[in-house]
């Protein structure tokens, strides 16, 4: 999976601080779009994994989106 895909996910799927559509902000999760693609390389990793660390990426911003929510960007990374 590419950076830009991921980017796209994160915007689209995920989005805990409601940027939308917002060009202006279109950069605003790359540390954590960075961090993910890295991530995803790693061997053996499942969808559990990736969502522990939605979680901490969400702890980092201080909010929180439901299970449904990072189950479903999780499912969309791990293809």
């Known amino acids: 999976m590419e950076i830009n895909e991921i980017r796209t996910i994160f915007l ?3 989005d805990p601080i409601l940027i939308g559509d917002n060009e202006l902000l279109i950069d ?10 890295g991530y995803l390389k790693r061997d053996n990793i499942d ?14 911003m201080g ?17």
Not at 47 to 58: A, G, K, M, R, S
Not at 70 to 77: C, D, H, P, Q
């Open 47 to 60: 969808i559990d994994d990736i969502v522990d660390l939605l979680i901490l990426f969400e702890n980092e």
């Open 12 to 14: 689209k799927y995920w």
């Open 28 to 37: 605003e999760y790359d540390n954590y779009v960075n961090s993910m693609f």
């Open 63 to 79: 909010v929180e989106t439901d299970l449904y929510t990072k189950r479903n960007v999780a499912s969309k990374l791990i293809k």
